[in-house]
């Protein structure tokens, strides 16, 4: 009997003591991810930001690139980006010293990072121009864009797509890192967690708006109307966020993503923002 009895107890009397580690739901935030290489990729993406940040605001007071050409403005914006790719690849964590570099996570947070900033620079960009009243001036001559996208005759100069590179990884990484601590930190509901999300969307359209769209900068970069964009073209432009940052946020956490499944998902995004913006520009026309 006394055999038969500790067999029957023996899982019960584990459970206490499994159930103690456990962390009870809100008690404790969780900023970074847990899969290692992506927190890995995670903490230096932030720590790299005020980096790029600072050399963007450098070349916009000191007025530099009214000297530059189509050469200067390139150097530039792949500048910006190439720390995300080369600092991660040349100094790789412990967790991804032994991985090829495709087998990363900061490899793969770079190429959803990267198809939507291209789709959204090719395509999107004449949105901006017809919509919301973007305009751009810089002289360069390295363009592209859609050719039967929009109604403008604007040009997207190609250096501004590794530039958007790091502007993104930013504002992506940033707003997946604050949704985790808080959905850890506090009980959210769906609708909640809804909310802040489009709370932290609007916040960050509003702020680029705010910091980029300035009079020093107004003769390469200016909406026509820059108090109406603050305002109502922030949930405009925010709405790329709110359809993007739930996706991304997901990348690499229960399992490593494939190319293919990074690649389709940033495609399928894109093609998702792509008709919030046909459906507002239809529905509720230029700001």
């Given at each position: 009997?006394?055999?038969?009895?500790?067999?029957?107890?023996?899982?019960?009397?584990?459970?206490?003591?499994?159930?103690?580690?456990?962390?009870?739901?809100?008690?404790?935030?969780?900023?970074?991810?847990?899969?290692?290489?992506?927190a890995a990729a995670e903490r230096f993406y932030l720590i790299y930001s005020p980096i790029w940040i600072a050399l963007v605001g450098l070349v916009m007071l000191s007025g530099m690139y009214r000297s530059w050409g189509d050469a200067g403005f390139m150097l530039f914006g792949l500048g910006a980006a190439a720390p995300l790719v080369f600092v991660p690849y040349l100094a790789p964590r412990p967790e991804d010293?032994?991985?090829?570099?495709?087998?990363?996570?900061?490899?793969?947070?770079?190429?959803?990072?990267?198809?939507?900033?291209?789709?959204?620079?090719?395509?999107?960009?004449?949105?901006?121009?017809?919509?919301?009243?973007?305009?751009?001036?810089?002289?360069?001559?390295?363009?592209?864009?859609?050719?039967?996208?929009?109604?403008?005759?604007?040009?997207?100069?190609?250096?501004?797509?590794?530039?958007?590179?790091?502007?993104?990884?930013?504002?992506?990484?940033?707003?997946?890192?604050?949704?985790?601590?808080?959905?850890?930190?506090?009980?959210?509901?769906?609708?909640?967690?809804?909310?802040?999300?489009?709370?932290?969307?609007?916040?960050?359209?509003?702020?680029?708006?705010?910091?980029?769209?300035?009079?020093?900068?107004?003769?390469?970069?200016?909406?026509?109307?820059?108090?109406?964009?603050?305002?109502?073209?922030?949930?405009?432009?925010?709405?790329?966020?709110?359809?993007?940052?739930?996706?991304?946020?997901?990348?690499?956490?229960?399992?490593?993503?494939?190319?293919?499944?990074?690649?389709?998902?940033?495609?399928?995004?894109?093609?998702?923002?792509?008709?919030?913006?046909?459906?507002?520009?239809?529905?509720?026309?230029?700001?």
């Amino acid at each position: 009997m006394g055999a038969h009895r500790v067999k029957n107890e023996g899982p019960d009397a584990q459970r206490p003591c499994v159930a103690s580690r456990r962390t009870p739901t809100g008690a404790k935030g969780s900023w970074w991810s847990s899969n290692p290489g992506k927190a890995a990729a995670e903490r230096f993406y932030l720590i790299y930001s005020p980096i790029w940040i600072a050399l963007v605001g450098l070349v916009m007071l000191s007025g530099m690139y009214r000297s530059w050409g189509d050469a200067g403005f390139m150097l530039f914006g792949l500048g910006a980006a190439a720390p995300l790719v080369f600092v991660p690849y040349l100094a790789p964590r412990p967790e991804d010293a032994n991985k090829p570099a495709w087998a990363t996570s900061w490899f793969r947070l770079n190429l959803w990072i990267g198809i939507f900033v291209f789709v959204g620079s090719y395509f999107f960009t004449h949105y901006f121009f017809d919509v919301v009243g973007m305009r751009y001036a810089f002289p360069t001559s390295w363009n592209g864009s859609a050719e039967l996208v929009g109604d403008s005759e604007g040009q997207v100069p190609l250096f501004l797509y590794p530039l958007t590179q790091a502007y993104f990884m930013t504002y992506h990484v940033a707003v997946t890192v604050l949704l985790r601590y808080l959905s850890t930190r506090f009980v959210l509901g769906r609708v909640a967690k809804a909310a802040l999300i489009v709370a932290l969307a609007y916040l960050v359209a509003f702020a680029e708006t705010f910091f980029m769209a300035v009079p020093l900068l107004a003769d390469v970069f200016e909406y026509a109307d820059r108090g109406r964009m603050l305002v109502w073209g922030s949930m405009f432009y925010g709405s790329f966020f709110v359809i993007s940052v739930p996706v991304f946020a997901t990348i690499d956490e229960d399992e490593p993503w494939t190319l293919g499944r990074t690649a389709l998902s940033a495609l399928g995004v894109s093609m998702a923002v792509f008709i919030v913006l046909d459906l507002w520009a239809k529905l509720l026309g230029p700001l």
